[in-house]
């Protein structure tokens, strides 16, 4: 596999998320993806990944997610560390976050 290539993939993934675009996040997992949500839970599914992503979606007039640090390991999962702000009633909220993405093929099939 062409290294970064799973880098770009989690790139636009971001940029589908900044975008606030269903179609296109949701094209980034496969049918059998698992989001692991920092607070113990789980999401299998398209649809169930959507649920948790549009709980915060749906309530902010603008998503700005920006990467400090990228960084794709030996097996192909990356890494990540940034910061994600949320335009909430004309105020902006930022929150650190990470996260870890294993990638099959071009679609993200599991992220911690």
């Keep these: ?3 970064g290539r799973n880098q ?4 636009r993934l971001i940029d589908a998320v900044s975008d606030n675009d269903k179609d296109r996040i949701l094209s980034f997992f496969s049918d ?3 989001y692991h949500h920092p607070q113990g839970s789980k999401a299998i599914g398209q649809e169930a990944i ?3 992503i549009a709980g915060v979606e749906d309530q902010v007039e603008q998503v700005d997610w920006q990467l400090d640090h990228l960084q794709e ?3 192909g999962s990356v890494l990540t560390e940034g910061r994600v702000r949320h335009l909430i009633n004309g105020d902006w909220r930022e929150f650190a976050v990470k996260g870890e993405f294993e990638i099959r093929g071009s679609k993200v099939t599991q992220w911690h």
Excluded: L
Aim: charged share 25%; aromatic share 6%.
């Design 50 to 52: 959507w649920h948790i």
């Design 1 to 3: 596999m062409k290294a």
């Design 32 to 34: 059998d993806s698992v």
């Design 73 to 75: 390991t030996e097996a």
């Design 8 to 11: 770009q993939v989690i790139r």
